[in-house]
């Protein structure tokens, strides 16, 4: 079935450091990815989305390319900020169901100043 | 930043009671999703409208859980008689249309005594 995979946390940086989190997904149909992000006591916010395959998103600092071949969507930033510790959760939305989103588990960062 | 409106934030309910949480999508957006997320932070999706019309929901939905978007009302899921394993944070998320970005709200956060 549709699945997607993504680093495990909690993943501890230094300010000034690099981020990548793996994800990876299953599905025999045709997906968009997504990045979301979740603060403390909020709902998730959209980070950015890739529907088309070798394609990337980006957005504050983030970016992630969608390798169709590699069934993968890292998401990497430079450098992380001490307000950049969330939890990151992949998800896969699919072309010709109803619209709804599978997530991964979600991967805590958490960046020390 | 999401301008989808849940209420309440908060709800404690004791053991078959009811519990109803009600959403206001973002003004436009005639597609509504209903996400459950648990402790763990795993997503399950139980819902999803386009303007009143059920677009798929789960098992779970069906048996004990009811939702519905009235036009020119708040959507809102209720569950009939709330168990302990309910206890989560109901996510309501709206998008353009089914295949869009969705834009989550805060959540609403089920105890069930």
């Known amino acids: 079935g549709d699945s997607v995979t993504q680093t495990e946390g909690p993943v501890t940086l230094s300010e000034g450091t690099s981020l990548t989190v793996n994800c990876s997904y299953e599905?025999?149909?045709?997906?968009?990815l997504f990045w979301y992000v979740q603060y403390p006591g909020e709902g998730p916010q959209l980070l950015f989305k890739?529907?088309?395959?070798?394609e990337k998103g980006s957005n504050r600092g983030f970016e992630a390319t969608y390798n169709k071949e590699a069934t993968s969507f890292h998401l990497q930033k430079a450098s992380v900020q001490e307000s950049d510790s969330a939890v990151y959760y992949c998800?896969?939305?699919?072309?010709?169901?109803?619209?709804?989103?599978?997530f991964g588990l979600g991967t805590t960062l958490q960046v020390q100043p | 930043n999401s301008k989808v409106i849940q209420t309440p934030r908060y709800l404690v309910k004791g053991q078959g009671q009811k519990a109803k949480m009600r959403c206001i999508p973002e003004?436009?957006?005639?597609?509504v999703f209903w996400y459950q997320q648990n402790k763990n932070n795993e997503f399950k999706f139980l819902i999803n409208?386009?303007?009143?019309?059920?677009?798929?929901q789960i098992d779970m939905t069906e048996k004990r859980f009811s939702a519905e978007c009235p036009s020119n009302s708040p959507c809102s899921l209720e569950i009939q008689s709330s168990e302990a394993g309910d206890s989560a944070l109901y996510l309501c998320?709206?998008?353009?249309?089914?295949?869009?970005?969705?834009?989550f709200g805060p959540g609403t956060r089920l105890t069930v005594l």
């Open positions: 998320a709206s998008s353009l249309d089914r295949y869009a970005e969705q834009f």
């Open positions: 409208f386009q303007n009143q019309e059920v677009l798929q």
């Open positions: 003004k436009g957006h005639p597609v």
């Open positions: 998800a896969l939305g699919i072309t010709g169901n109803t619209g709804k989103l599978i």
């Open positions: 890739v529907p088309k395959a070798n």
């Open positions: 599905t025999k149909q045709y997906p968009t």
